[in-house]
C-alpha cells in the first residue's frame, strides 16, 4: 500500500494505491483529507502509474537513507542550541549537493579527487 499526500488549490488530497483480492489489479483512490473518496479506478497491478509511484519511492528512501546512514548521522548531531540543529542538517545537506556536482558536473571521484573518464 501506497499512500500520497498533496496539496492542490489549497485543499488536501490523498492517493491511495490497494491491491483488490483479485489477481492482478490495484484500487487507486483520490480521496479528500478527511478520507471520502473523490474518485476510484481499478487498475492492473503492473501498470505504467504503479511503476512510476515505485521509482519516486525509491529514489526517495534512498536519499533518505544516503543522508541518514554516511558521515555524521542525522540523529547524532549534536547541537547545543535550538538554531544549531538546523545548521547542522543544512551543512550535511550541503555536503551532499557538493559530492554530487563534483560527481555529475565534473566528473570527480569525490574520494580520491581524481577525474574520471
Known sequence: MLVLY???DERDFLLD???VPVMG???VTLSALEGRPLVYELVAANSEFDRWLNRIRERLEGRFNEVQNTGRNLERLLAKTVLGLPT???AKITGHL????????YRTDVQTFTRTA
Request: hydrophobic share 55%.
Open 25 to 27: 489489479y490495484k484500487l
Open 17 to 19: 494505491t490497494n491491491l
Open 88 to 90: 547542522g542538517v543544512i
Open 98 to 105: 557538493v559530492k554530487f556536482i563534483l560527481r555529475k558536473c
Open 6 to 8: 498533496f496539496l492542490v
